[in-house]
């Protein structure tokens, strides 16, 4: 009997709390006002103290906006050999296997219980300047900033009769899905709670797509971090197969669909999931991975909710010319540089599919302003509705049986 009234009452506070997170607004709509960007941890090696040209390099990794916000979703971690670095540390430096300095290693935000390497290579303006920005980087940005809902995008295996089939798959499915999708009807109540700064109205689904080549030297930054979205997409058994991720809101890849993987359903259910209501606001609790952008989200986008977590003020340079203490950082604070330009610049055609009408694009930034996650009205009558069937069913089980 006893057991009974606990389950049910378990049963009772977990429906209160999943109702207490879910929302109405689509889900690559609410990545995009709500979810800053996880950070990249970029490691420098260096022996002795950095130049000051090292230095101005390391900046560019951390740019800052006129508010003195970070604009990258990465931040610097100077490692100086020579003043006796965290014992992690140095077996991390030697695990490069090479004895150019300065050395970067760039590793992405933990997710899998440690951070992954992204890439390992010299210290240098021009290898910075590929982490930190692409050509496809810059599309996938443009096209989301522009109204599309999710980009895809389809890692080529190398194998041209696999990557046009897996090609072809995508296309008439996004094409088919644009057509069939229908947004979630917005809760008025989400909307005074601040989870959507647009008219509900103004809300489109649209689908793009872009291809990555194998061998793109451009690109090669950006599809080591789509690998570290699972930690065995790197695996042998997967290195001739095409991939698909769908990216969304500030740059954040779903998951992978993988050579026969990338068919119509698993399409189509990546696709429900991220037009459908947000059923969990919390970003952790979601799949995908960010990668690393140069945006100015919080510019570019209207955002109405505190960030759901609060972290770290940022080491950044501040740690050149100081030994690392080697504790790692868990940040998610926002960055972006500015892609006003970028915004503003004409739409490229090359390898890009679009189906319909976009999302107007949402207005001048504002400041990140707090909204509870749910209203206090809304809450209420989740707690009260979670309690009145507690009581409820403790009245089926002390009612007095008939003689």
């Not at 107007?360 to 309690?387: C, D, R």
Request: aromatic share 6%; hydrophobic share 40%.
């Amino acid at each position: 009997m006893i057991r009974s009234i606990i389950t049910l009452g378990v049963l009772a506070g977990l429906m209160v709390a999943s109702s207490a997170q879910a929302c109405s607004v689509p889900v690559f709509r609410y990545a995009l006002e709500q979810w800053r960007p996880d950070s990249f941890e970029v490691i420098v090696f260096h022996q002795g103290p950095l130049s000051d040209a090292q230095k101005e390099l390391a900046a560019k990794v951390e740019p800052k906006n006129i508010d003195a916000s970070y604009t990258a979703n990465a931040w610097v971690r100077a490692v100086d050999l020579d003043a006796a670095p965290d014992a992690a540390l140095v077996e991390l430096w030697e695990q490069q296997e090479t004895k150019t300095l300065p050395w970067m290693l760039v590793r992405s935000p933990a997710k899998f219980g440690k951070p992954l390497n992204v890439v390992s290579q010299e210290f240098n303006e021009e290898n910075v300047t590929s982490l930190l920005d692409s050509p496809l980087r810059k599309k996938i940005t443009d096209g989301i900033l522009k109204g599309d809902s999710v980009v895809w995008v389809l890692l080529k295996s190398g194998d041209a009769a696999k990557d046009a089939a897996a090609e072809e798959i995508m296309r008439g499915e996004l094409k088919r899905l644009q057509g069939e999708l229908k947004l979630p009807e917005i809760d008025e109540q989400d909307i005074e709670d601040g989870f959507l700064s647009v008219n509900p109205d103004d809300l489109k689904l649209r689908f793009s797509m872009i291809t990555v080549a194998k061998d793109d030297a451009q690109e090669q930054a950006f599809e080591q971090m789509l690998l570290t979205d699972e930690p065995d997409l790197r695996d042998p058994e997967f290195a001739n197969e095409p991939m698909a991720l769908p990216v969304f809101g500030r740059g954040r890849a779903l998951y992978a669909l993988i050579g026969k993987g990338i068919n119509a359903e698993t399409i189509e259910d990546a696709g429900r999931f991220l037009t459908g209501a947000c059923q969990c606001t919390v970003k952790a609790q979601n799949p995908g991975v960010d990668i690393l952008t140069s945006v100015d989200w919080d510019r570019l986008v209207v955002p109405t909710l505190e960030k759901d977590t609060i972290l770290p003020a940022l080491a950044g340079l501040s740690g050149f010319g100081k030994e690392d203490d080697g504790h790692s950082h868990s940040d998610d604070h926002s960055h972006a540089a500015d892609h006003a330009d970028a915004v503003t610049s004409s739409k490229e055609a090359t390898d890009e599919t679009s189906v319909a009408a976009s999302t107007p694009q949402a207005g001048s930034a504002t400041e990140m302003t707090e909204a509870p996650a749910v209203s206090v009205g809304k809450l209420a009558i989740y707690v009260v509705g979670g309690l009145a069937l507690l009581v409820v069913g403790m009245s089926v089980v002390f009612a007095p049986k008939p003689s």
